[in-house]
C-alpha cells in the first residue's frame, strides 16, 4: 500500500481528525460489502447442496473435485476482497509484511509506541540511535517525573503463543539487584513490546577492552553478584542463556546486571516434553541464531553446551536440566572471572575458526596452550576457583562445585575484604575510599563538575554513563605505567570513539587529578600515610598524558 493510499484509510482520517470523513467512509466500506454478499450467497448454497449429498452417503468420485472448486473460488473471492476492498480502506498489512517493510514500518512503529506509551508516563528519547537485532528493535525512553529512562523492546514476531506471553507475565515479579527489571509489557495488541529499566553502563567486553584487566578483589565482587542473580533465577526455574561478557552490564552503581531472558528464544521453538506451567526459556532455533550470538558460545560456552552448539539441555524432568545449567553456568562464570582478572578471552581469535582451533587446543592433554593461558592468572584464591570452574568435565567440575550456591559460598569471604595485602598504597587508599563511602565517584565528580570550565560538554545522560567509567579509567590512572596501552586508548585524539578528549588542556587532567586527591583525602582515614603516594601519582600520569599527547599530535 502506497502512502497516497494510506491517507484514505479510516484509521488515517481518525488519527487526523476527520472523523465525518472517517464515518463516510466507514459507510461506504459496508456498501461495498454487501455487493460482494451475492457472490458468499452463491457459494454458501453450493456448498449446502455438496453437504446434502454427502449427508446421503451419494457423492461421487466427483465430489472432492466439486468441493476443492467451492475452495478455490472462495480463496479467490477472499483475496479479490483484500486487495479491492479492504485494502482501500483499511491498514491491512500482515505482521510479518509489516516487519519486513522497513520504509514505513519505523515511523508506524514509533507512532504507536508513543501512543501506548503515554498512559504509562514515558517518552521515546530522540537522541538515542534505535538498535535492531533478529529478535527485537530496541528504544530508549524517558520518564519526565521520575527523570529515569527505561528501554522498550518491540519483539519482531508476527505472533505470541499464549505460553510465551505467560512467561513474560511471570519475568515481572523478578526481584533482585542485579537481575534487569521488566517494568511493563504489552504482549495483547500487535507489535508487541516490553519495557525494562535502562542500564547507565558498559557491557564488560567493552568495558575491560578499554580500561583492562581488574583487580581480582573487584573480580570477586563481580563474580559473587553475576552467581547470586544466576543461583536465583535458577530458583525462579529460569533457564538464562546469557552468560557472556556482551550481555553482562556494569551499572551506575558499580553492579553487576543481567538480564532473565533472550528475546531470541520466544515463541520460535520449544523443548521437548515442556510443562504448560514452565517458566523455563523456549529452545532457540538454529536457523534463527546470529553470528555473534553463536561466537559467544564459542567463547563462552561450556564444553557441554558447546557441543549442543549452544542449544538449550532437553531432558524429561525439568529439575535435571536446571542442574545441567548450573554445572554448565560455573564453566562460563570461570570464563568471565579468566577475561576480568587478565584481560583477554581464554578462548581467543579473530576468526571463528582461531577460537575454535585455541579451544580445541585447550583441551588437549598436556597442552602448552592451556599451561601458557592459565599462567596469565594472577598468584592467588580467586585464580585457584576460577581454574577449578574451567575444568572440562561437568562431573569433575561438580566435585568441587555441586550448584552456583556452592560457588557463592566460596566467593563470599574474597568479598569481605576491602583490598589485598599486595596492592601498592595508592590502590589500597582507593578501595578503602570506596569501601568507607559508596557515593565516592559521584562526590568525586560532582566537585569535578562544579569547578571545571567545561561543565556544559557534560549532559545529565553523559553524567550518568560517565560515572560508571570512571572508576575504571581512575584505576588506568593510578597503574598508569603498567597500563599505558590503555591510557594510550582513552587519550589517543585519533581513536574516532575518544578524539572528544583532544580539546582539553593539560591544565584540565591537572584540576581533574587534583579534585581526585582531595576527594581521597576527606574518605581515606589513612589520607595522610599515603599523601606523598598520591602526589607521586598524579605527576607520573601528567608526564604518561603529556608524552601520549605529543606521539599522536
Partial sequence: MDQTANQHTIEYLIKNGRLQDALETMGTFFDQCEKKRNALISLNSQMAGLQRIKEANAIGPDGTYEENKIKMNFQSMLMDFRREVLAEYFDIRGHTEFFNNVSDRDSVIQ?????RLLPKRYMRDDTWQKREGNSSIIYRLHNPDTKR????????????????????????YLKHRNVIKLIDHETGAFPYFIITEYVYGENLTDAIALVGPRQPAQVADWLYQLTDALDYLRHKRILHTNVR???????DEWQ??????????????QPKNRDASSTAAPRENPAERTFFRY????????PELFERDGESFEETDENGILDKMCLSDLYSIGLVGYMLLTGEHLFEGKYMHEILQNRRKFQEKNSAYKT??????????????????IVENPKERSVVFGDLHQLLATLNPLTRR??????????????????????FINDFYNAFLKETPHKTDFSVMAQKRQSVMLQMAIDVLIDGENKQEYLRNIMNPTNPERNKHAKYSEDDFKHFLEILVKTVEKNDPKYEDVRQAW???????LILIQNIRKTTV
Fill in 295 to 302: 561466537r559467544d558460545v564459542c567463547q563462552y560456552g561450556s
Fill in 372 to 389: 601458557a593461558k592459565l599462567d596469565k592468572l594472577p598468584d592467588d584464591e580467586l585464580s585457584n576457583i576460577v581454574r577449578q570452574l
Fill in 535 to 541: 602526589l607521586n601519582m598524579c605527576e607520573k600520569t
Fill in 418 to 439: 576491602n583490598h589485598y595485602s599486595e596492592e601498592a598504597s595508592v590502590r589500597q587508599s582507593y578501595r578503602r575510599c570506596l569501601s568507607r563511602n559508596r557515593e
Fill in 149 to 172: 529512562h527505561a528501554i522498550a523492546m518491540v519483539i519482531k514476531l508476527p505472533e505470541l503463543i499464549e505460553e510465551v506471553k505467560r512467561d513474560i507475565e511471570h519475568l515481572t
Fill in 256 to 269: 553487576i546486571m543481567i538480564s532473565p531472558f533472550d528475546l531470541i528464544k520466544l515463541g520460535i521453538g
Fill in 111 to 115: 507512532e504507536i509506541l508513543d501512543l
Fill in 245 to 251: 561478557p556482551s550481555k553482562i552490564y556494569v551499572d
